[in-house]
T-cell receptor, first 113, second 109 residues
């Protein structure tokens, strides 16, 4: 196990709803990255947080937003859910600005009906 | 942008060797990662290469050629538990990971 935890494990929502996913990083890591992984695909980078500031963003619309807290835990918020948002959402923690390995949490499986 | 290519599927027999190739095109390059992902689980770190050459770690080895934008993961003495998806990921100039779609390896008895 990596020490990265995520909650909830599974979630079912309907279109138009909002969802908040949570991640606690590995001890000592102050950078958290979020990824969306659709079935049969590799993870797609959503954004990264370093010391409570967004530190890079992938090709996702503004309805995907996030927060990082002083203890380096993080949230991913998705508004106005769409069917295509159904995926495994992964967070990964690491040290910043370097080729340090990213360690992944177990993920949250989101189903949008 | 980033472009990571790897084969979709590979099948091999228990005890055999399998080589998973990955080619990448990235905006800058700060290393190449391989992750293993079992169905429904999170990716787990296997290897990291930033210099050309072969890195060996037990039954798994990873190779990198920066000039060719090419890497491979070599799995030796395959075991049934090695059946999984193997993800190639390149670290760009911005230190963000770009993943390939993954190669599903099936190990048959």
């Amino acid at each position: 196990e990596t020490g990265v935890t995520q909650s909830p494990t599974h979630l079912i929502k309907t279109r138009g709803q909002q969802v908040t996913l949570r991640c606690s990083s590995q001890s000592g890591h102050n950078t958290v990255s979020w990824y969306q992984q659709a079935l049969g695909q590799g993870p797609q980078f959503i954004f990264q947080y370093y010391r409570e500031e967004e530190n890079g963003r992938g090709n996702f619309p503004p309805r995907f937003s996030g927060l990082q807290f002083p203890n380096y835990s993080s949230e991913l918020n998705v508004n106005a859910l769409e069917l295509d948002d159904s995926a495994l959402y992964l967070c990964a923690s690491s040290f910043p600005t370097g080729p340090d390995t990213q360690y992944f949490g177990p993920g949250t499986r989101l189903t949008v009906l | 942008g980033q472009n990571i290519d790897q084969p979709t599927e590979m099948t091999a027999t228990e005890g055999a060797i399998v080589q998973i190739n990955c080619t990448y095109q990235t905006s800058g390059f700060n290393g190449l990662f391989w992750y293993q992902q079992h169905a429904g689980e999170a990716p787990t770190f296997l290897s990291y290469n930033v210099l050309d050459g072969l890195e060996e770690k037990g039954r798994f080895s990873s190779f990198l050629s920066r000039s060719k934008g090419y890497s491979y993961l070599l799995l030796k003495e395959l075991q049934m538990k090695d059946s999984a998806s193997y993800l190639c990921a390149a670290l760009g100039n911005d230190y963000k990971l770009s993943f390939g779609a993954g190669t599903t390896v099936t190990v048959r008895a």
